[in-house]
């Protein structure tokens, strides 16, 4: 079957930018909804939770769209399997991904504890869950982690990393893929400049797994859970996934080198460790398998 005009015309299109308009798109297709979702729930008959069975359907339909590549046009049912790269087949790598990614995420809180004494960090602004019932505030954080678990995943680590890696290699493609989803993230009032690497470092964590597995499942695991539980943790205590408590830390130009950073520092670079040795291991797991 010839190929339509328009998609001749976008595959002229260079690679990379290509895949930095397609993830973006992705991204804001499966983000926005829910984002209108909830806001307008929070105002409108929020003693229910109608917003969260409205968005588990769009998901399922975006899921069968962008990652299972169902739907018209079927000429490009192939591109959007293979771009989202949501394989299930990782046999006895599941368990390495899983930890692997576990460690790498470790090592980035406590990354950002160093981070967090050297510049200031921005504060949560005051959240307020009692106004709204609990088992709606507890499905508003299940879908919200499912939404980023999923979307953010495929877009990023899958319709913008991939062709980017098959072009000009996995570093190029996690960093630019890392720089797009701390920018995303920028709609927050408190997410600024000073907030970039952690988010960088954060997706090089799930780059990384989906770079080596050939798979976006065991980092939508990890970003879904890891969601949920920040979430549950704000509303808790007060504090983001950013901060290591709900108050401003001192900095050590106010402070001195003291034990607490020096402490912070020697876990960062013992578990630093344990995570490349991990992903060491899944890297020679995974190129066996494959070979």
């Known amino acids: 079957m010839p190929m339509p005009p328009p998609l001749r015309l976008w595959l002229r299109v260079p690679v990379l930018v290509r895949a930095v308009l397609t993830g973006v798109a992705v991204a804001l297709v499966g983000s926005v909804p829910w984002a209108v979702l909830v806001s307008a729930n929070t105002r409108h008959h929020s003693t229910i939770p109608w917003s969260v069975p ?47 990614g576990v460690l790498g995420l470790a090592t980035v809180l406590l990354l950002q504890g160093v981070w967090g004494r050297l510049v200031s960090l921005p504060q949560q602004r005051e959240i307020d869950p009692s106004r709204y019932p609990v088992m709606t505030v507890f499905l508003w954080v299940v879908m919200g982690g499912f939404v980023s678990g999923i979307v953010e995943e495929t877009s990023f680590r899958g319709y913008l990393q991939r062709p980017i890696e098959r072009r000009y290699g996995p570093a190029l493609a996690i960093l630019l893929a890392g720089v797009l989803f701390g920018f995303a993230h920028f709609g927050h009032p408190e997410v600024g400049l000073v907030l970039l690497p952690f988010y960088l470092s954060v997706s090089t964590v799930y780059g990384a797994l989906a770079y080596f597995t050939e798979s976006t499942l065991p980092s939508m695991v990890l970003h879904a ?54 992903y060491s291991a899944l890297a020679a797991s995974t190129r066996a398998a494959r070979h």
């Open 54 to 100: 409205i968005m588990a359907v769009y998901l399922w339909g975006y899921w069968h769209y962008f990652v299972r590549g169902l739907g018209w046009p079927g000429s490009t049912a192939e591109a959007r399997r293979t771009n989202a790269r949501a394989r299930g087949t990782l046999g006895d790598a599941w368990g390495q991904a899983l930890l692997a």
């Open 225 to 278: 859970g890891g969601n949920m539980l920040g979430a549950f943790d704000l509303f808790a205590r007060g504090r983001t996934e950013w901060q290591l408590s709900a108050q401003p830390t001192r900095l050590i130009w106010e402070t001195g080198l003291d034990a607490a950073f020096w402490g912070n520092v020697a876990a960062l670079v013992i578990v630093g460790a344990l995570a490349v040795w991990a």
